[in-house]
């Protein structure tokens, strides 16, 4: 080894020892006769002394470095003088008085610094992701990682789970989103999918007798970007046979808390994990993903808009729709500005608009809607929404889906202005009895809520026939913070009941046959009663380290636009390579 101890590692039990360290120059300070480099590496940084009246041949030697030049020092471990005990760094007792500098390698100026704490720009981060990765906080992150991962694999080989690996060539496994497709050479014309999930995989592991099956698996899926999504992601996928729902929760349950609490450091708020049905989280919170730190619950206040004259609420309530509410505290303030800042909010949400009233101190309203509300009304409906003086009361109008997506946009947005998100705990819960189906319009057909291996509640089979819309699954997702980080369900295990979702999904006999076949087949070979879940470990890690998105938690992530800024990739290839693949690209494509 070139190195005898890590730059984190000594301390005042070590002084005297001869060591060998090496490292980067995280910062040189040359006061003439004296030079001081802190060398660090992943485990910390040290403090050598380069004195050029003991060791003249090092003196020249570190003359000539820089920043993130790679060095190899040699020397004694010192005590520092107590004016120079440095209480912020672990190694800060010591430094090393060095006898030898070696050069290892010299380091061109970095775009950005390294050891600085000025946060440089995304797409410099991006495009030098190797020099963005040896910054503190991202070791910091990438290790977080590795210990979760670690735990987790330790965790469940406690507990009798194997882990397997399922193929990244294979046939489409849809979970919503667009297949990435690889041509084949060797059949000209057929392509293999790379798996959203290994969902099919791992229900026909549990036929195949496995039990208690997982994989730290890489998933892929070709959908547009946001800040906690990625083209491809990384889950704790797990199935199990002969479980119930509780089960299911219960282990992913001892499990998160278990490792939070071991790898982060950071507490669970609420344990046991509140367990709330779909409708419930859609009626109080507006979303299936409800951040649960604080309250500022939805009101519905159709019931007391409708006897007002104003035109917007009334039609809307008249031709069914929805007008709801939240109430943020202390903001009656609120300038023109601010309101129509919050607009936006709703409006990115697709609603048209945003009512507000202001409480003022003397309880009555400052509002431009309050001349269409009788006073006896709009003391009802301020009371109705459980305002207090001083708070502004923020009404949108439209479709549920729309009103309740726009009003949980506030609620979240809120839930940072007014700091009711501010302790570092994760707090969890559950969202059980989800829909079956939600119906698509657009294509006449009812599509998966989950995704389509989704078992029914065994009381609501026969509904299928009859009201697929009333149909409850037996569908679980875990909510961390606002954030969805698992989902999964016990499975259908029966035959029938499959051919039954595939045909209320709109696949015929035969396309159900051409593309899980393999699976209707499996389930005729005693296909145990199964479920499993597939925690999301960038979420998870991402909520641990208190990062804003999942690319603070990847080593080489891609951009917003599904690029890899390093290495240039995707690219463009070589025409002997489409043809071998029997591709010809289309006349109109231009290079980006
Ligand atoms: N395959 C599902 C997903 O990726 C998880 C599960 O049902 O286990 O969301």
């Known amino acids: 080894m070139l190195k005898s101890h890590t730059c984190g590692e000594l301390r005042a039990e070590h002084i005297g020892q001869e060591v060998k360290l090496a490292g980067w120059v995280n910062r040189r300070r040359d006061y003439g006769s004296l030079v ?119 965790y469940l080989n406690e507990r009798g789970f194997v882990e397997i690996e399922t193929p990244i060539l294979f046939k489409s496994t849809p979970e919503g989103a667009r297949d990435y497709l690889v041509p084949s050479r060797v059949h000209p014309g057929k392509f293999y999918a790379l798996p959203q999930s290994p969902q099919q995989l791992k229900q026909l592991l549990m036929v195949a007798g496995y ?178 003086p001083g708070d502004l009361i923020l009404m949108v109008a439209d479709v549920p889906s729309v009103v309740n997506e726009a009003l949980s946009a506030l609620r979240t947005e809120f839930g940072k202005r007014l700091n009711l998100v501010a302790n570092g705990d994760l707090s969890f819960c559950w969202v059980i009895d989800f829909p079956l189906f939600e119906w698509n319009a657009d294509e006449d057909r009812w599509d998966p809520s989950h995704h389509m291996f989704t078992s029914p509640k065994p009381e609501h089979v026969a509904l299928l026939d009859t009201d697929p819309g009333k149909v409850l699954s037996q569908q679980y997702d875990l909510v961390c913070n606002g954030y969805e980080v698992a989902g999964g369900s016990i499975r ?55 990062e804003p998105n999942i690319r603070e938690v990847i080593a080489f992530p891609k951009s917003q636009r599904a690029a890899d800024l390093m290495a240039g990739a995707p690219s463009e290839v070589d025409q002997q390579q489409l043809d071998d693949l029997h591709i010809k690209l289309a006349d109109d494509i231009k290079p980006d």
């Open 36 to 154: 001081f480099v802190d060398l660090r590496d992943r485990w910390g940084v040290t403090q050598v002394v380069v004195d050029a009246g003991r060791s003249p041949e090092a003196k020249e030697t570190v003359a000539r470095i820089g920043h993130e030049y790679v060095l190899q020092i040699e020397g004694e471990v010192v005590a520092r003088s107590p004016e120079s005990v440095n209480d912020k760094l672990a190694t800060g007792e010591i430094e090393i008085q060095a006898r030898q500098v070696r050069i290892l390698n010299p380091a061109k100026t970095p775009p950005f610094e390294i050891s600085g704490d000025i946060e440089p720009g995304e797409e410099t981060r991006m495009r030098w992701r190797y020099l963005d990765l040896r910054r503190e906080r991202m070791q910091r992150n990438i290790i977080l990682r590795h210990n979760a991962i670690w735990f987790i694999r330790r």
């Open 211 to 388: 039990e208690k099956y997982f994989q730290i698996a890489r998933c892929f899926r070709d959908e547009d970007q946001r800040g906690d999504r990625q083209p491809e992601f990384t889950q704790l996928d797990m199935e199990m046979s002969f479980v119930e729902r509780d089960d299911v929760l219960d282990l992913i349950e001892s499990l998160m808390t278990a490792m939070i609490e071991e790898v982060s450091g950071r507490g669970v708020a609420k344990k046991p994990f509140p367990r709330l049905s779909y409708a419930e989280v859609i009626d109080r919170f507006g979303t299936d993903r409800p951040d649960i730190r604080f309250g500022l619950e939805l009101t519905d206040i159709g019931k007391i808009v409708a006897r007002s004259d104003f035109k917007v609420f009334t039609s809307t309530i008249e031709v069914g729709n929805k007008v709801r509410a939240i109430v943020a505290p202390n903001c009656a303030g609120y300038s023109r500005k601010d309101i129509a800042d919050l607009e936006e909010i709703v409006k990115d949400a697709g609603a048209k608009g945003l009512a507000t009233i202001a409480v003022q101190e003397d309880g009555t309203p400052k509002s431009s809607i309050a001349k269409f509300f009788a006073d006896d009304l709009m003391q009802e409906l301020i009371a109705a929404v459980g305002a207090s």
């Open 492 to 546: 259908i295990h029966d035959r029938n009941v499959q051919e039954k979702i595939f045909a209320l999904i709109g696949l015929d006999v035969e396309q159900a046959k051409e593309r899980f076949g393999h699976m209707l087949e499996a389930f005729e070979y005693g296909a145990p009663p199964h479920g499993g879940i597939a925690p999301g470990i960038d979420r998870l890690v991402m909520l641990m380290a208190g």
